[in-house]
């Protein structure tokens, strides 16, 4: 499998713009970051957004939300011409994979015809109907992250984990002496719960701002700890991994709060959130020797003392870093992780497994499209719980 230059793309369940990365690799292996760039949501594309959170295809406000996706990528992407190849995720708008399925809006035809690239996107349906939860798929990545780390001596050749703190926040477990990211017990991920998300809707209904920056307002506020302990007793955190979680899934968090002053809400819900990954903890393995943050979420420091408080109390001697400490990009590492994957999807390799969706194989999900008379790659490559397909 020969080195590609792709262009990973991202926006997340925080709905504040589009992350784009390059990242050289044949799939497997990384040989190379390059540079990468951040395009903003203007509030009204925010507030279009969010008017179609919930909803499935030919929900009144899909249609709009799909057509800003496709064109805020396209003028992003525009900015790097020496893409190959694009690993677009779409907007997560509904994700409901034991009901509905999941719904990611944008259409990547529509992408690769605007760029002139092929697309590679819808990451996740495949992994539905195969059985899986469609989530987390950045696992993957994550052991090729540890993989590049540990060849490039920054980290030990021993387990750890990756924490994304985003909207929603996921766990990796993994070990990077595996052989590749599919194989037995190379990986163990699922959602923590909500992250990011809670608090940056309490922070645009109330202060009308974007987020809490840097945590500010939830260090000067009182946690309601009888909320916490109702919030631990979701079922969720009662149900072993793997398992993926809805941005909406937990909207009794955010009601709990309603009647809480600015401060004691914003507290109680970063403090929720670094409760769910202490309780996440549980399922690992074992105590990993790191614990790698990642996503906007390590910037707060209310979360980043919140999570280190609860670590300690419940696992004795795990060190919590920012992904940057082994040389990654913690802003742009979902990006990157979508080029990885695409260039996977090309060569019909594994996007997702066992231990990381609940699929009961192996699953190569995604679909090609080639612009107009311009095509790459092997095409038609099926096989047991492949199904890269290609338009």
């Not at 907007?91 to 529509?110: I, M, N, S, Y």
């Not at 994550?142 to 060849?151: G, L, N, T």
Request: contains cysteine; charged residues 20%; proline residues 8%.
């Amino acid at each position: 499998m020969a080195m590609m230059r792709v262009l990973g793309m991202m926006s997340g369940t925080s709905l504040d713009g589009v992350d784009a990365a390059m990242i050289e690799t044949d799939g497997l292996r990384i040989a190379g970051f390059g540079r990468a760039a951040y395009r903003r949501y203007s509030d009204n594309e925010t507030g279009l957004l969010h008017a179609a959170l919930g909803q499935w295809p030919g929900g009144p406000d899909v249609a709009g939300a799909a057509a800003l996706s496709v064109a805020a990528h396209a003028d992003l992407a525009r900015d790097f011409p020496e893409a190959g190849l694009i690993g677009y995720h779409g907007q997560t708008l509904a994700h409901d994979p034991r009901g509905k399925g999941t719904h990611q809006a944008g259409d990547g035809a529509a992408l690769a015809r605007a760029l002139n690239r092929p697309v590679v996107w819808d990451f996740r349906s495949e992994d539905v109907r195969q059985g899986g939860e469609g989530a987390p798929l950045v696992p993957f990545f994550h052991w090729a992250c540890a993989d590049w780390a540990v060849r490039a001596g920054r980290l030990d050749p021993a387990p750890v984990a990756f924490l994304n703190l985003g909207g929603v926040g996921n766990l990796t477990w993994v070990d990077p002496c595996a052989a590749a990211p599919e194989s037995p017990g190379a990986c163990l991920a699922f959602d923590t719960g909500p992250a990011n998300a809670p608090v940056n809707d309490l922070m645009r209904q109330r202060p009308r701002r974007e987020r809490d920056e840097g945590g500010a307002l939830a260090l000067t506020g009182q946690v309601e700890q009888a909320i916490i302990r109702d919030f631990l007793d979701h079922p969720c955190f009662h149900r072993p991994p793997p398992k993926s979680l809805d941005r909406d899934d937990f909207a009794a968090l955010s009601q709990a709060v309603a009647d809480l002053p600015d401060a004691a809400a914003a507290a109680t819900l970063t403090e929720a959130a670094a409760a769910a990954v202490a309780a996440g903890l549980q399922w690992l393995p074992h105590p990993p020797a790191r614990l790698l943050v990642c996503g906007g979420g390590r910037y707060n420091r209310a979360l980043m003392q919140a999570l280190q408080r609860r670590l300690t109390i419940a696992e004795q001697g795990i060190q919590t870093a920012p992904v940057e400490d082994i040389g990654l990009d913690g802003d742009m590492l979902e990006a990157q992780a979508f080029g990885w994957l695409a260039v996977r999807v090309l060569n019909g390799l594994p996007t997702s497994g066992p231990e990381t969706t609940g699929a009961p194989a192996a699953v190569c999900g995604g679909r090609i499209s080639h612009p107009p008379r311009r095509r790459i790659g092997p095409q038609g490559r099926h096989g047991r719980g492949w199904a890269g397909s290609a338009d």
